[in-house]
């Protein structure tokens, strides 16, 4: 018989990693949503195997199980469901953050192996429409195992990530990745949302290049599920935006000051910070 | 006999400019460049029809010529070649500044016809060797003409950005070309700069996706280039400064605060600005 991932929420991401383990192993994919419209959407672009709209009727059956709702949807169903996994199963999720979602695993009967995942990958859009296969490629995969995860269930997370097309996988605490998260992610939507807080954005059309458009991309973003990802976060995130507020600062004194060699000292400092760090990854904004 | 159009510097910028005017009209392309290995790898690659590393040589007979120095070769070339141009030619350029170009063009005797240009296009490269054809692609070309400038300049001007690939030809004056780059492009360097300057810019790799990516890439820039771009247009630049730090800090502050529905009003309230501005053009970083 095989065996079966269930997808729980067919959004964006949910969607797209319908698509993109469609064929892995001997795995069928079952995609899990409350939402007819969402349903009948997948069923017309084959996104899973199967679908499905009752939580509870799959989550006995799934082998594995990832959660691709909203922060707090997978805290929800965490408690609301905790006797419902079948014994032995792998549970995981895409969440932007770590911390609180794997304080809610520690809810789950000790037959549940709960290891948390965030794929770095995503668009500025939202909902099963805009999903699309080749969305993890040469992305990052983060897991946060627990201490009682088993290798075989890391090693089984870690061929499902290569599976969807990312470039490596990397293993950290849900602390380190929620520190590093509101630097690497959560500021830059501060920054792009902030951009676009001027008054000038509606003026600026025609005078824009791809450093504006790369930086202010992500300002359209989902409000709920940015609401509960920012605030989860917010002290780690208000550390970050101090240390980026000093070096703007910085950076508008010297400029202010008119004392040019100071500029390009610190501009020399910052661009050589640049390329010694190797950001390779997908060039394509989509 | 066939028109010339010299392009004085092969950089990156001059050097795709060489390459996407190839074939315009029947003007020939005289690349102009001190450096011989510049000259060389040019000759090797084909960009230009012919190639002069004297500009006293070719100003005479140029009917168009692009300067394409960083700011400060332009305004020495104005002031030091005055009366080398060759009367009832055009003149342009492809600085990112224009304030202190066009006053350094009044410079020039009346029979030569001055129009500032700001292609909005780039990489975070420098060089020839970086340069590419495709550059201009979907990219909106600024124009400053000045109140004598010809409408036969003006119109042939447009038509060298159609066939260098600019989506759309931008008129606006040096002072309203600065104080809107200050904000699109001068800033985003800035933040991309003091990103890079965060302590945890080197264990960040493995977390980073396209936000990051896509805000930081431009802080890999020529220090000498952009010093004199953003020295030049210091005053602007502080003030665009000043309101990003004023959006960040109210972010910053309600982050703190932890009023969650005051933080889903604000994200709200700059995703819609987001999304009503049409800021579309090429998606690929390059």
Not at 55 to 66: G, R, T
């Amino acid at each position: 018989m095989k065996q079966t991932i269930a997808i729980v929420g067919l959004g964006l991401i949910g969607g797209s990693m319908a698509l993109a383990l469609r064929g892995f192993e001997d795995y069928e994919i079952v995609g899990v949503d409350i939402s007819q419209p969402t349903l009948r959407f997948a069923r017309e672009h084959q996104i899973g195997d199967r679908l499905c709209d009752d939580v509870s009727q799959v989550l006995p059956e799934a082998d594995v199980v990832v959660l691709a709702l909203h922060p707090k949807g997978i805290t929800d169903l965490l408690s609301r469901c905790r006797d419902s996994f079948r014994p032995g199963c792998l549970v995981t999720d895409v969440c932007g953050v770590k911390g609180a979602i794997m304080e809610a695993a520690r809810l789950l009967p000790d037959c549940v192996d709960y290891i948390g995942s965030h794929p770095m990958a995503g668009t500025e859009f939202s909902g099963i429409t805009h999903a699309f296969a080749e969305m993890f490629r040469d992305s990052h995969y983060i897991i946060t195992p627990r201490p009682q995860s088993t290798p075989a269930h890391i090693a089984l997370l870690e061929r499902m990530a290569r599976h969807i097309g990312c470039r490596d996988v990397y293993h950290t605490t849900p602390e380190a990745h929620d520190s590093m998260i509101a630097y690497t992610s959560q500021m830059m939507h501060i920054i792009a949302l902030s951009v676009c807080d001027d008054e000038q954005l509606f003026a600026c059309n025609g005078f824009e290049g791809n450093s504006f458009r790369g930086c202010t991309r992500v300002a359209a973003l989902d409000v709920g599920l940015w609401t509960e990802l920012l605030s989860m976060n917010a002290p780690a995130l208000v550390e970050s935006l101090d240390h980026l507020l000093t070096h703007l600062t910085a950076y508008r004194e010297t400029l202010a000051g008119g004392d040019t060699a100071r500029l390009a000292e610190k501009l020399n400092h910052s661009s050589q910070r640049k390329r010694q760090v190797n950001l390779s990854g997908p060039d394509l904004l989509s």
